[in-house]
Protein backbone atom coordinates (compact mmCIF):
# COMPACT_ATOMS: atom_id res chain seq x y z
CA UNK A 1 0.00 0.00 0.00
CA UNK A 2 1.39 3.52 -1.09
CA UNK A 3 2.36 5.84 1.46
CA UNK A 4 0.08 8.77 2.39
CA UNK A 5 1.26 12.17 3.11
CA UNK A 6 0.15 15.51 3.81
CA UNK A 7 0.08 16.41 0.48
CA UNK A 8 -2.45 13.76 -0.78
CA UNK A 9 -5.64 15.66 -2.36
CA UNK A 10 -7.55 13.13 -0.30
CA UNK A 11 -7.17 14.13 2.81
CA UNK A 12 -8.47 16.85 5.19
CA UNK A 13 -8.75 19.66 3.72
CA UNK A 14 -9.78 22.16 6.55
CA UNK A 15 -6.78 24.47 7.79
CA UNK A 16 -5.06 22.78 11.15
CA UNK A 17 -6.92 25.63 13.33
CA UNK A 18 -10.04 23.95 12.69
CA UNK A 19 -8.81 20.71 12.70
CA UNK A 20 -7.11 20.93 16.00
CA UNK A 21 -9.90 23.15 17.54
CA UNK A 22 -10.47 21.84 20.88
CA UNK A 23 -14.14 19.76 21.75
CA UNK A 24 -13.85 20.05 25.98
CA UNK A 25 -12.43 22.00 28.52
CA UNK A 26 -9.20 19.68 28.95
CA UNK A 27 -8.09 20.43 25.29
CA UNK A 28 -8.76 24.39 25.71
CA UNK A 29 -5.14 25.94 26.26
CA UNK A 30 -5.33 29.41 28.01
CA UNK A 31 -7.38 31.34 29.99
CA UNK A 32 -6.52 29.46 33.49
CA UNK A 33 -7.87 32.76 34.78
CA UNK A 34 -11.56 32.05 33.85
CA UNK A 35 -11.03 27.70 32.80
CA UNK A 36 -8.70 26.56 35.66
CA UNK A 37 -10.15 24.33 37.89
CA UNK A 38 -12.79 26.20 40.36
CA UNK A 39 -12.62 29.17 38.32
CA UNK A 40 -16.41 30.60 37.60
CA UNK A 41 -16.36 30.30 33.27
CA UNK A 42 -15.38 26.77 34.14
CA UNK A 43 -17.98 26.11 36.78
CA UNK A 44 -20.91 27.71 34.78
CA UNK A 45 -19.96 25.47 31.76
CA UNK A 46 -20.09 22.48 33.90
CA UNK A 47 -23.08 22.95 35.81
CA UNK A 48 -24.80 24.27 32.95
CA UNK A 49 -25.80 27.63 34.01
CA UNK A 50 -24.73 29.73 31.12
CA UNK A 51 -25.91 33.07 31.23
CA UNK A 52 -25.72 35.81 28.97
CA UNK A 53 -21.55 37.07 28.26
CA UNK A 54 -19.88 38.79 26.24
CA UNK A 55 -16.24 37.19 25.55
CA UNK A 56 -13.46 40.00 24.79
CA UNK A 57 -10.17 39.59 23.35
CA UNK A 58 -8.01 39.99 21.20
CA UNK A 59 -8.36 37.21 17.49
CA UNK A 60 -7.07 34.03 18.43
CA UNK A 61 -7.50 33.58 21.92
CA UNK A 62 -10.58 30.93 21.88
CA UNK A 63 -13.47 33.19 21.96
CA UNK A 64 -15.40 31.14 19.40
CA UNK A 65 -14.09 27.99 20.76
CA UNK A 66 -15.27 28.22 23.90
CA UNK A 67 -18.75 29.38 22.74
CA UNK A 68 -17.96 25.55 20.71
CA UNK A 69 -17.50 23.95 24.00
CA UNK A 70 -20.59 25.21 25.55
CA UNK A 71 -22.96 23.81 22.64
CA UNK A 72 -21.30 19.92 23.52
CA UNK A 73 -21.90 20.39 27.09
CA UNK A 74 -25.44 22.38 27.18
CA UNK A 75 -28.80 20.84 27.05
CA UNK A 76 -29.81 24.08 25.19
CA UNK A 77 -30.85 24.47 21.56
CA UNK A 78 -27.37 26.27 19.73
CA UNK A 79 -27.46 28.80 17.06
CA UNK A 80 -24.33 29.99 15.53
CA UNK A 81 -24.68 33.92 14.11
CA UNK A 82 -22.23 35.83 12.46
CA UNK A 83 -22.43 39.86 12.76
CA UNK A 84 -20.77 40.20 9.61
CA UNK A 85 -23.32 38.13 7.63
CA UNK A 86 -26.58 38.93 9.27
CA UNK A 87 -29.04 41.41 9.53
CA UNK A 88 -32.17 42.93 11.12
CA UNK A 89 -34.07 40.19 9.23
CA UNK A 90 -31.82 37.27 9.78
CA UNK A 91 -31.83 38.23 13.73
CA UNK A 92 -36.15 38.56 13.85
CA UNK A 93 -35.73 34.85 12.41
CA UNK A 94 -33.20 33.47 14.89
CA UNK A 95 -35.69 35.06 17.95
CA UNK A 96 -38.90 33.48 16.20
CA UNK A 97 -37.03 30.19 16.60
CA UNK A 98 -36.14 30.94 20.26
CA UNK A 99 -39.67 32.06 21.01
CA UNK A 100 -40.69 28.66 19.55
CA UNK A 101 -38.19 26.85 21.57
CA UNK A 102 -39.18 28.61 24.88
CA UNK A 103 -43.11 27.77 24.43
CA UNK A 104 -41.89 24.05 24.54
CA UNK A 105 -39.52 24.51 27.82
CA UNK A 106 -36.06 24.27 25.90
CA UNK A 107 -33.71 27.10 26.48
CA UNK A 108 -31.54 28.86 23.33
CA UNK A 109 -28.37 30.05 23.32
CA UNK A 110 -27.24 32.19 20.63
CA UNK A 111 -24.00 33.00 19.72
CA UNK A 112 -22.83 36.06 17.92
CA UNK A 113 -19.23 36.38 16.46
CA UNK A 114 -18.02 39.68 16.00
CA UNK A 115 -21.21 41.47 17.83
CA UNK A 116 -19.56 44.80 17.52
CA UNK A 117 -20.18 45.02 13.89
CA UNK A 118 -23.58 45.15 15.10
CA UNK A 119 -25.16 48.74 14.77
CA UNK A 120 -27.60 50.05 17.94
CA UNK A 121 -30.53 48.74 15.80
CA UNK A 122 -29.45 45.66 15.25
CA UNK A 123 -28.02 45.01 19.07
CA UNK A 124 -31.50 46.84 20.06
CA UNK A 125 -33.36 43.72 18.31
CA UNK A 126 -31.62 40.62 20.98
CA UNK A 127 -32.90 42.82 23.93
CA UNK A 128 -36.29 42.07 24.38
CA UNK A 129 -35.26 38.62 23.72
CA UNK A 130 -32.80 38.54 26.65
CA UNK A 131 -34.46 40.21 28.97
CA UNK A 132 -37.47 37.73 28.78
CA UNK A 133 -35.11 34.65 29.05
CA UNK A 134 -35.99 33.70 25.46
CA UNK A 135 -32.17 33.18 24.68
CA UNK A 136 -29.10 33.60 26.74
CA UNK A 137 -27.23 35.76 24.63
CA UNK A 138 -23.18 34.70 24.00
CA UNK A 139 -21.43 37.41 21.94
CA UNK A 140 -17.53 37.42 20.71
CA UNK A 141 -15.61 41.28 20.64
CA UNK A 142 -12.13 42.29 19.89
CA UNK A 143 -13.54 45.67 20.38
CA UNK A 144 -13.91 47.11 24.28
CA UNK A 145 -17.84 46.13 25.22
CA UNK A 146 -18.06 49.32 26.80
CA UNK A 147 -17.52 51.41 23.69
CA UNK A 148 -19.22 48.79 21.17
CA UNK A 149 -22.32 47.39 22.80
CA UNK A 150 -25.59 49.14 23.94
CA UNK A 151 -25.35 49.80 27.58
CA UNK A 152 -28.44 48.16 28.14
CA UNK A 153 -27.91 45.10 26.57
CA UNK A 154 -24.38 45.17 27.87
CA UNK A 155 -25.67 45.59 31.10
CA UNK A 156 -27.84 42.23 30.72
CA UNK A 157 -24.54 40.20 30.41
CA UNK A 158 -21.09 39.22 32.21
CA UNK A 159 -18.02 40.40 30.54
CA UNK A 160 -15.22 37.82 30.40
CA UNK A 161 -12.00 38.75 29.80
CA UNK A 162 -9.82 36.37 27.44
CA UNK A 163 -5.92 37.06 27.25
CA UNK A 164 -3.33 36.89 24.54
CA UNK A 165 -1.51 33.25 24.91
CA UNK A 166 1.60 33.31 26.80
CA UNK A 167 4.19 32.11 24.53
CA UNK A 168 4.97 29.51 26.43
CA UNK A 169 1.63 27.92 25.76
CA UNK A 170 1.71 28.47 22.23
CA UNK A 171 4.56 26.78 22.56
CA UNK A 172 2.58 23.67 24.13
CA UNK A 173 -0.38 24.05 21.43
CA UNK A 174 2.57 23.81 18.58
CA UNK A 175 4.24 21.21 19.89
CA UNK A 176 0.84 18.82 20.52
CA UNK A 177 -0.20 20.00 16.27
CA UNK A 178 3.12 17.72 15.99
CA UNK A 179 1.95 14.84 17.92
CA UNK A 180 -1.84 15.15 16.89
CA UNK A 181 -3.26 12.76 14.87
CA UNK A 182 -5.38 15.78 14.06
CA UNK A 183 -2.62 17.51 13.06
CA UNK A 184 0.57 16.17 11.76
CA UNK A 185 0.82 13.22 13.88
CA UNK A 186 0.40 10.71 11.20
CA UNK A 187 3.67 12.37 9.55
CA UNK A 188 7.68 12.56 10.50
CA UNK A 189 8.41 16.02 10.95
CA UNK A 190 11.24 17.17 12.09
CA UNK A 191 11.17 20.41 13.78
CA UNK A 192 13.22 21.89 16.35
CA UNK A 193 11.95 23.10 19.59
CA UNK A 194 13.54 26.84 19.46
CA UNK A 195 11.55 26.56 15.95
CA UNK A 196 8.37 25.74 17.45
CA UNK A 197 9.35 29.07 20.55
CA UNK A 198 10.15 31.05 17.56
CA UNK A 199 6.58 30.42 15.82
CA UNK A 200 5.08 30.78 19.05
CA UNK A 201 6.94 34.35 19.96
CA UNK A 202 5.64 35.69 16.07
CA UNK A 203 2.26 35.09 16.65
CA UNK A 204 2.11 37.48 19.48
CA UNK A 205 -0.56 35.50 21.59
CA UNK A 206 -2.77 34.75 18.66
CA UNK A 207 -3.46 30.58 18.47
CA UNK A 208 -5.04 30.59 14.98
CA UNK A 209 -1.67 32.55 13.53
CA UNK A 210 0.68 30.23 15.47
CA UNK A 211 -0.98 26.86 13.81
CA UNK A 212 -1.65 28.49 10.55
CA UNK A 213 2.20 30.10 10.34
CA UNK A 214 3.49 26.24 11.52
CA UNK A 215 1.58 24.80 9.22
CA UNK A 216 2.85 27.04 6.34
CA UNK A 217 7.00 26.12 7.52
CA UNK A 218 5.74 22.62 7.64
CA UNK A 219 3.92 22.09 4.11
CA UNK A 220 7.10 23.88 2.90
CA UNK A 221 9.54 22.08 4.36
CA UNK A 222 12.27 19.83 2.62
CA UNK A 223 10.77 16.09 2.15
CA UNK A 224 13.19 13.33 2.43
CA UNK A 225 12.37 9.98 0.54
CA UNK A 226 11.01 8.37 3.21
CA UNK A 227 8.27 10.94 3.61
CA UNK A 228 10.07 12.89 6.86
CA UNK A 229 9.42 16.27 6.30
CA UNK A 230 12.61 18.49 7.77
CA UNK A 231 11.99 22.02 8.32
CA UNK A 232 14.72 24.05 7.81
CA UNK A 233 16.01 27.20 9.22
CA UNK A 234 16.01 29.08 5.53
CA UNK A 235 12.21 28.04 5.40
CA UNK A 236 10.90 29.81 8.89
CA UNK A 237 13.16 32.93 7.40
CA UNK A 238 10.89 32.79 4.54
CA UNK A 239 7.65 32.23 6.35
CA UNK A 240 8.15 34.65 9.29
CA UNK A 241 9.55 37.71 6.99
CA UNK A 242 8.61 40.16 9.83
CA UNK A 243 10.61 40.68 13.15
CA UNK A 244 7.97 39.80 15.86
CA UNK A 245 6.97 42.71 17.83
CA UNK A 246 6.39 42.04 21.80
CA UNK A 247 2.64 42.87 22.23
CA UNK A 248 0.15 41.56 24.05
CA UNK A 249 2.55 38.26 24.55
CA UNK A 250 1.28 38.40 28.32
CA UNK A 251 -2.13 39.60 27.93
CA UNK A 252 -0.96 42.70 29.34
CA UNK A 253 0.92 44.72 26.86
CA UNK A 254 -2.08 45.74 25.29
CA UNK A 255 -2.85 47.43 28.24
CA UNK A 256 0.95 48.74 28.79
CA UNK A 257 1.16 50.36 25.47
CA UNK A 258 -1.60 52.20 25.39
CA UNK A 259 -0.35 54.00 28.72
CA UNK A 260 2.90 54.64 27.76
CA UNK A 261 1.25 56.41 24.48
CA UNK A 262 -0.95 58.28 27.10
CA UNK A 263 1.48 59.41 29.06
CA UNK A 264 3.64 60.25 26.80
CA UNK A 265 1.67 62.55 24.98
CA UNK A 266 0.39 64.16 28.51
CA UNK A 267 4.33 64.11 29.03
CA UNK A 268 4.73 66.45 26.23
CA UNK A 269 7.08 64.13 24.46
CA UNK A 270 5.97 63.67 20.79
CA UNK A 271 9.16 61.39 20.10
CA UNK A 272 7.93 58.57 22.29
CA UNK A 273 4.53 58.97 21.42
CA UNK A 274 5.44 58.27 18.00
CA UNK A 275 7.14 55.47 18.55
CA UNK A 276 4.50 53.92 21.16
CA UNK A 277 2.07 54.42 17.85
CA UNK A 278 3.97 52.93 16.30
CA UNK A 279 4.52 49.94 17.95
CA UNK A 280 0.83 49.88 18.66
CA UNK A 281 0.53 49.87 14.84
CA UNK A 282 2.94 47.47 13.55
CA UNK A 283 1.62 44.78 15.81
CA UNK A 284 -1.44 45.21 14.46
CA UNK A 285 -3.44 47.12 16.75
CA UNK A 286 -7.06 48.64 15.13
CA UNK A 287 -6.29 52.01 14.13
CA UNK A 288 -9.76 53.17 15.62
CA UNK A 289 -8.89 52.30 19.06
CA UNK A 290 -5.67 53.95 19.06
CA UNK A 291 -7.50 56.95 17.57
CA UNK A 292 -10.58 56.57 20.13
CA UNK A 293 -8.13 57.02 22.61
CA UNK A 294 -6.76 60.49 21.56
CA UNK A 295 -9.85 61.38 21.12
CA UNK A 296 -10.65 60.95 25.23
CA UNK A 297 -6.85 62.81 25.55
CA UNK A 298 -8.03 65.55 23.81
CA UNK A 299 -10.39 66.50 26.69
CA UNK A 300 -9.24 64.88 29.79
CA UNK A 301 -5.16 66.16 29.05
CA UNK A 302 -5.76 69.23 26.92
CA UNK A 303 -9.33 70.59 27.69
CA UNK A 304 -9.58 74.13 27.29
CA UNK A 305 -6.12 75.06 26.86
CA UNK A 306 -6.67 74.25 23.16
CA UNK A 307 -10.00 73.25 22.02
CA UNK A 308 -8.70 72.89 19.04
CA UNK A 309 -7.27 69.14 19.79
CA UNK A 310 -10.40 67.68 20.08
CA UNK A 311 -11.28 68.91 16.29
CA UNK A 312 -7.85 67.19 15.26
CA UNK A 313 -8.52 64.01 17.81
CA UNK A 314 -12.05 63.47 15.59
CA UNK A 315 -11.14 64.30 12.63
CA UNK A 316 -8.00 61.58 12.81
CA UNK A 317 -10.38 59.01 14.26
CA UNK A 318 -12.65 59.54 10.66
CA UNK A 319 -9.38 59.81 8.82
CA UNK A 320 -9.09 56.12 10.36
CA UNK A 321 -12.50 54.82 9.74
CA UNK A 322 -12.55 56.31 6.00
CA UNK A 323 -9.35 54.88 5.00
CA UNK A 324 -7.94 52.47 7.27
CA UNK A 325 -4.35 50.97 7.90
CA UNK A 326 -1.42 51.88 6.54
CA UNK A 327 -2.68 54.88 4.83
CA UNK A 328 -4.58 56.54 8.29
CA UNK A 329 -0.94 55.58 10.03
CA UNK A 330 0.10 59.34 8.84
CA UNK A 331 -3.28 61.06 9.65
CA UNK A 332 -2.85 58.84 13.89
CA UNK A 333 0.83 60.41 13.48
CA UNK A 334 -0.80 64.05 13.53
CA UNK A 335 -2.97 63.67 16.52
CA UNK A 336 -0.80 62.22 18.33
CA UNK A 337 2.14 64.79 17.71
CA UNK A 338 -0.76 67.51 18.50
CA UNK A 339 -1.26 66.32 21.48
CA UNK A 340 1.96 66.15 22.62
CA UNK A 341 2.79 69.62 21.96
CA UNK A 342 -0.41 71.14 22.85
CA UNK A 343 -0.72 72.97 26.44
CA UNK A 344 -1.93 70.85 29.04
CA UNK A 345 -4.58 70.99 31.19
CA UNK A 346 -6.86 68.19 33.38
CA UNK A 347 -9.35 70.51 34.65
CA UNK A 348 -12.22 69.96 32.66
CA UNK A 349 -11.46 65.70 33.71
CA UNK A 350 -11.33 67.51 37.62
CA UNK A 351 -14.59 69.26 37.22
CA UNK A 352 -16.80 66.43 35.86
CA UNK A 353 -15.15 64.06 38.50
CA UNK A 354 -15.85 66.48 41.11
CA UNK A 355 -19.38 67.03 39.95
CA UNK A 356 -19.89 63.20 39.34
CA UNK A 357 -19.30 62.16 43.32
CA UNK A 358 -21.44 65.63 44.76
CA UNK A 359 -24.31 64.46 41.81
CA UNK A 360 -24.56 60.52 42.94
CA UNK A 361 -24.81 62.17 46.54
CA UNK A 362 -26.77 64.68 45.87
CA UNK A 363 -28.99 62.66 43.28
CA UNK A 364 -32.59 64.20 45.04
CA UNK A 365 -31.99 67.25 45.13
CA UNK A 366 -34.64 68.99 43.01
CA UNK A 367 -34.15 70.72 40.32
CA UNK A 368 -34.63 74.79 41.09
CA UNK A 369 -38.28 75.45 39.96
CA UNK A 370 -37.34 78.83 38.28
CA UNK A 371 -34.85 76.59 35.75
CA UNK A 372 -37.81 74.24 35.28
CA UNK A 373 -39.90 74.17 31.92
CA UNK A 374 -43.63 75.03 32.12
CA UNK A 375 -45.04 73.64 28.80
CA UNK A 376 -48.86 72.83 30.82
CA UNK A 377 -50.66 75.33 32.63
CA UNK A 378 -50.63 72.90 35.82
CA UNK A 379 -47.20 73.15 35.58
CA UNK A 380 -47.24 77.31 35.54
CA UNK A 381 -49.87 77.02 38.73
CA UNK A 382 -46.94 75.16 40.45
CA UNK A 383 -44.95 77.86 40.46
CA UNK A 384 -42.59 75.93 36.73
CA UNK A 385 -40.43 78.78 35.25
CA UNK A 386 -41.57 81.58 37.78
CA UNK A 387 -38.35 83.97 38.24
CA UNK A 388 -36.50 83.01 35.95
CA UNK A 389 -34.09 84.92 33.68
CA UNK A 390 -33.44 85.06 30.03
CA UNK A 391 -29.85 85.93 29.62
CA UNK A 392 -30.36 87.31 26.01
CA UNK A 393 -32.86 89.97 27.02
CA UNK A 394 -30.23 91.85 29.10
CA UNK A 395 -27.47 94.52 27.33
CA UNK A 396 -24.59 91.99 29.18
CA UNK A 397 -26.06 88.88 28.05
CA UNK A 398 -25.56 87.78 31.74
CA UNK A 399 -28.33 87.70 34.70
CA UNK A 400 -27.06 86.95 38.58
CA UNK A 401 -29.58 84.03 38.45
CA UNK A 402 -28.25 80.71 40.36
CA UNK A 403 -28.88 77.43 38.28
CA UNK A 404 -27.92 75.16 41.29
CA UNK A 405 -29.55 73.24 43.99
CA UNK A 406 -30.24 75.91 47.15
CA UNK A 407 -27.74 73.56 49.06
CA UNK A 408 -25.25 73.82 46.26
CA UNK A 409 -25.37 77.04 45.73
CA UNK A 410 -21.78 78.67 45.34
CA UNK A 411 -20.43 75.22 44.58
CA UNK A 412 -17.75 75.01 42.28
CA UNK A 413 -16.28 72.53 39.82
CA UNK A 414 -14.30 74.23 36.71
CA UNK A 415 -11.39 75.76 37.69
CA UNK A 416 -9.13 76.53 34.82
CA UNK A 417 -5.42 76.79 34.22
CA UNK A 418 -3.23 79.28 32.84
CA UNK A 419 -2.49 76.91 30.06
CA UNK A 420 -2.66 78.10 26.56
CA UNK A 421 -6.00 79.58 25.74
CA UNK A 422 -7.14 78.37 29.13
CA UNK A 423 -5.71 81.87 30.18
CA UNK A 424 -7.99 83.47 28.34
CA UNK A 425 -11.46 81.80 29.28
CA UNK A 426 -10.31 81.76 32.87
CA UNK A 427 -10.05 85.34 33.35
CA UNK A 428 -13.25 85.53 31.02
CA UNK A 429 -14.70 83.29 33.86
CA UNK A 430 -13.07 85.24 36.65
CA UNK A 431 -14.92 88.61 34.70
CA UNK A 432 -18.29 86.81 34.61
CA UNK A 433 -18.16 85.60 38.56
CA UNK A 434 -16.92 89.27 39.58
CA UNK A 435 -20.16 90.82 37.43
CA UNK A 436 -22.67 88.22 39.05
CA UNK A 437 -21.38 88.94 42.80
CA UNK A 438 -21.94 92.59 42.36
CA UNK A 439 -25.62 91.97 41.02
CA UNK A 440 -26.74 89.31 43.24
CA UNK A 441 -29.87 90.51 45.33
Known amino acids: MEQMTIFDTNMNNQPL ?145 LQALQTEELTELLARAITDPRGFGKEKVNITEDMLRAIAVFANGDARTALLTLEMVVLNGNVAEDGTITVTEE ?86 HFIGMPECSVHLTQAVVHMSLAPKSNALYMAYENAKWDASKNAAEPVPLHIRNAPTKLMKELDYGRGYQYAHDTEEKLTAMSCLPDSMKGTEYYFPTEQGLEARYKKHLEEIKAWKKRHEK
Request: net charge neutral.
Open 17 to 161: AARLRPQDLEDFVGQKHLLGEGKILRRLIEEDKISSMVFWGPPGVGKTTLARIIAGRTKSAFIDFSAVTSGIREIREVMKKAENNRLYGERTIVFVDEIHRFNKAQQDAFLPFVEKGSIILIGATTENPSFEINGALLSRCKVFV
Open 235 to 320: TMEQCISRKSLLYDKTGEEHYNLISALHKSMRNSDPDAAVYWLARMLEAGEDPLYIARRVVRFASEDVGMADPHALTTAVAAYQAC
